[in-house]
């Protein structure tokens, strides 16, 4: 039996478990050596091959015994504190999407979507945004007539303008012909009488004119403040106005929603909360300390966060000090803030999710170390298992050479070096799987179940 086909029997996942297994009746029941005949067949298998300290994991057993590794590195084991405590969203994580004005909302979002900037959330068909769009659109016509009765009052103010120095001309001419003695009192009156006339309707042209200049301000004016009011209605929606005339509300950032506050159709008042989406990349941890270790931590230390799970997956961050602590508990909050950039979104670095922070403190030397959860008993002795260097489907068991631990890490002395992967999931099926103590005498069936005695 290869080490191969051991792994599959000990973990109870392989399809065929032994070279000869047990036969089964029809009914289901299990008979052994039912035959006379198959006693010089069982005489004559073959043995198992000696165990060794290298074991064949290709990628079949990989999956079948969820096998995963973690990489030895240098710590501080002996001088690092763990604090435990859970992920939880910032402030500025959440956003709310309100209905700026009442009217209908049509959804086009569904809880857990994921949207980009840009993405329509919900548009609401308002009465009074369809009404602010109409006074718009006729103050724009009315500014829009304004210029080109302006221009025909400036051009009739030109020519009664022309007019008045034609008759003043005029008047000039005929009181000079009369100076010397000959024109009439009558033509003189008359031509005074009309530039008089002239000069009136010239003064009566300009007051229209100054009064379409004030009401022609006074419409731009109202112009600016009903865009105005629109873009900051649509502003602080988000949003924009659609071509049939709805209020188009888009996403602003990218963000998962994760819930709406309203059904679809709905009539909201204004101010309803409607949508509301949060930003996985906006978090932080929180933990609490030993009011004994403030002595041994300060603020703006660099300190890592560990999964609860797997202690490869880790995140690194500033550590900040609650200003108040707990008299009760005698405990204090520490918050650890992180870049962005590094927070993957995976299942462990989410809000709400339990894991630790590590903090190195000053002094102590590094050393090589392994998760905790990579070591198994094998009777009196302690063993891991090394990804083989020269064969990733190989892994090499060891008897481990430990040293000082945390819980979560411990030192190992020798057999590896800094970069070796190790087993961390799988390694107790592989234990059993090599162990020279395991259970003789019995063999297991397809189906998981095991029997004593021989094939």
Same mark, same amino acid.
């Given at each position: ?8 029997? *000990?973990?109870?996942?392989?399809? /065929? ?43 079949? @057993? ?9 990489? *030895? ?10 604090? $435990? ?62 210029? $080109? ?46 530039? @008089? ?10 007051e229209k004119d100054a009064a379409l200049d004030a009401e022609q301000k006074m419409a731009e004016a109202t112009l600016r403040a009903l865009r105005a009011r629109q873009e900051a209605i649509a502003r602080a929606a988000g ?80 550590? /900040?000090? +609650? ?8 405990? @204090? ?6 870049? $962005? ?95 020279? +103590? ?18």
């Open positions: 039996m290869t080490t191969v086909l051991r792994l599959f029997v *000990v973990s109870a996942f392989a399809a /065929a478990c032994c070279a000869v297994g047990c036969s089964r009746s029809e009914n289901g029941s299990t008979t052994e050596g039912a035959s006379a005949d198959k006693a010089p067949r069982m005489a004559s298998a073959e043995k198992a091959p000696a165990i060794t300290n290298r074991v064949d994991i290709p990628s079949a @057993v990989r999956q079948n015994l969820g096998i995963t590794f973690s990489k *030895v590195e240098s710590r501080r084991v002996a001088q690092t504190l763990r604090f $435990p405590g859970a992920f939880e969203l910032l402030p500025t994580a959440t956003r709310e999407y309100r209905a700026p004005l009442a009217g209908r909302v049509e959804l086009k979002v569904a809880e857990s979507m994921l949207v980009a900037p840009g993405d329509i959330l919900f548009e609401l068909d308002a009465p009074d945004w369809r009404t602010l769009a109409e006074e718009i659109a006729a103050t724009e016509a009315k500014v829009a007539s304004m210029g $080109p009765l302006r221009q025909a009052h400036r051009v009739h103010e030109a020519s009664l303008g022309r007019k008045v120095e034609l008759w003043k001309a005029r008047l000039v001419q005929l009181e000079e012909i009369r100076a010397a003695g000959g024109g009439t009192a009558r033509e003189t009156h008359e031509t005074r009488a009309t530039l @008089v006339a002239t000069e009136a309707e010239l003064a009566d042209v300009m949003g924009e106005v659609s071509a049939s005339g709805e209020l188009v509300v888009r996403a602003v950032e990218a963000a998962v929603v994760a819930s709406i506050h309203a059904p679809n159709g709905a009539i909201l008042e204004r101010g309803a909360d409607v949508v509301e989406t949060v930003r996985r990349d906006a978090v932080r941890f929180r933990a609490r300390a030993l009011q004994s270790d403030l002595a041994r931590i300060h603020e703006g230390a660099k300190v890592r966060v560990v999964s609860a799970s797997d202690p490869a997956q880790s995140l690194e961050g500033t550590l /900040a000090i +609650s200003p108040v602590a707990d008299p009760l508990s005698r405990t @204090v909050e520490v918050l650890v803030a992180f870049d $962005p950039a590094q927070i993957v979104q995976a299942a462990w670095d989410r809000a709400g999710v339990a894991a630790s922070v590590e903090v190195t403190l000053a002094g102590g030397a590094e050393e090589l170390a392994i998760p905790t959860s990579a070591i198994v008993r094998d009777g009196t002795v302690s063993v891991i298992f090394r990804r083989d260097p020269a064969n990733a489907d190989k892994v090499i068991r060891m008897e481990a050479d430990l040293g000082v631990s945390d819980g979560r890490w411990t030192v190992i002395q020798s057999g590896v070096k800094q970069g070796d992967e190790i087993v961390i999931g799988g390694n107790y099926q592989l234990m059993l799987a090599t162990s020279g +103590s395991a259970p003789k005498g019995g063999h297991f069936h397809s189906d998981g179940t095991y029997h004593e005695g021989e094939d």
